[in-house]
């Protein structure tokens, strides 16, 4: 683990009551561990983050540089809700990295596993070594890094409606996260309720199964090195091509004075363009290319998770999930929450039944401060 070695991991201040920082966009967590960085109440390496959440936000945006992950603050306004969490890894603030996901979240296969991030050597872009599907349907990885930081990625389920749960249940996953200080507990309020925004995106015309075969990505069975670099090659040819496709659709919602390859990927796009602007006419609205691209770019492992809870079930999943195993855990240094609603992650309306349930629990736990609401302040980066 990063910072094991040296007293960068030990904090040299302590909060005299643990913070607690509200958001909406899951990225604007990671100002407050920078700043508790910077104020000493975190170590500079080293940390470990615990992050309950319906997506892992383990990606790295493909266009990102090494330099600019290690950038400090300047990294901010760079960052996204799918990868804010890796650059961080790649500075060394976070040494491991524990994703406890609700039963429909299935991005990852449980376990532990060990990862290299950083600068590809031959175009200095943040990379990883990791070859699980996650990573290559996005074209993200390397063999050859240079900077590389190793880290430790856990994944674990969190069921709280097992009628087996006991005492003894909860401290066996304590054991297998086997969590120490310092670190930071990170709550996603979709843990709890999924919905997937891009289910609901011109409904009207199926097209999110539309996006399927266009965005499709064929993962080798056999993993050697050829066999994924050839793999990872073709991929990141595909996914510029799509951006270059759509990025012509927003600028002139339209392909006919494309000048790029025509390739079948061409076509289909075409195909799938004439449709969106006939639905945006009937709805009167002008098309969100951006957003069926993201949608798109969603597709190529079978798509999001999507489970909304009904109120008993996020009730339990908090207080006979959640709770037990906190109790069990040491405290963190700090704890950010992120509602996710206004992207359609966590259902609008169940976000504040959500929010104010999970922070009861925390402040039943814990010693805290009143929570921070930093999404009722917009633009405070």
């Not at 561990?33 to 383990?58: C, F, N, Q, R, W």
């Not at 061409?266 to 363009?273: G, N, Q, W």
């Not at 736990?365 to 980066?381: G, I, K, S």
Request: net charge negative; proline share 6%; hydrophobic share 35%.
């Amino acid at each position: 683990m990063a910072g094991d070695s040296n007293n960068t991991n030990q904090p040299a201040k302590k909060f005299k009551k643990i913070p607690i920082y509200v958001v909406e966009e899951h990225n604007d967590a990671l100002q407050f561990m920078y700043s508790a960085i910077g104020g000493k109440k975190l170590p500079v390496e080293g940390t470990t983050l615990l992050h309950l959440d319906a997506h892992p936000d383990m990606l790295i945006d493909r266009k990102l540089q090494g330099e600019d992950a290690r950038s400090g603050r300047k990294l901010l306004p760079l960052l996204q809700i799918e990868n804010w969490i890796m650059p961080a890894v790649a500075a060394g603030h976070l040494g491991r990295v524990l994703w406890l996901r609700p039963p429909w979240a299935k991005q990852f296969t449980d376990g532990s596993r060990v990862i290299q991030v950083g600068d590809d050597a031959s175009t200095g872009l943040l990379r990883v070594d990791s070859t699980e599907p996650y990573y290559l349907s996005d074209g993200l990885y390397s063999s050859q890094l240079t900077n590389a930081r190793t880290f430790d990625f856990t994944v674990a389920e969190l069921v709280s409606d097992s009628p087996n749960n006991t005492e003894r249940t909860f401290r066996d996953l304590a054991n297998k996260l086997n969590i120490s200080q310092p670190y930071v507990l990170d709550i996603d309020l979709d843990f709890f309720s999924t919905a997937n925004p891009f289910l609901f995106l011109y409904r009207h015309i199926d097209l999110y199964d539309k996006l399927e075969p266009i965005f499709t990505f064929d993962i080798p069975e056999e993993r050697n090195e050829e066999n994924i670099l050839r793999v990872t090659k073709k991929r990141e040819k595909q996914l510029d091509e799509l951006e270059s496709l759509f990025q012509h659709l927003e600028e002139y919602n339209s392909l006919e004075d494309y000048t790029g390859e025509k390739s079948s990927t061409y076509y289909k796009v075409l195909d799938i363009a004439s449709a969106v602007l006939a639905e945006a006419e009937r709805l009167n609205e002008p098309p969100d290319w951006w957003a069926v691209f993201a949608g798109g770019c969603t597709r190529d492992q079978g798509g999001l998770p999507h489970h909304i809870s009904s109120q008993a079930e996020i009730t339990d999943e908090i207080l006979n999930g959640l709770h037990p195993l906190l109790k069990i855990l040491p405290p963190p240094v700090l704890i950010t929450i992120a509602r996710s609603t206004d992207d359609g992650y966590c259902p609008p309306d169940q976000v504040e039944f959500i929010q104010q349930a999970v922070l009861m629990m925390l402040q039943d736990v814990y010693d805290t401060d009143e929570p921070y609401m930093h999404y009722l302040n917009a633009n405070t980066l």
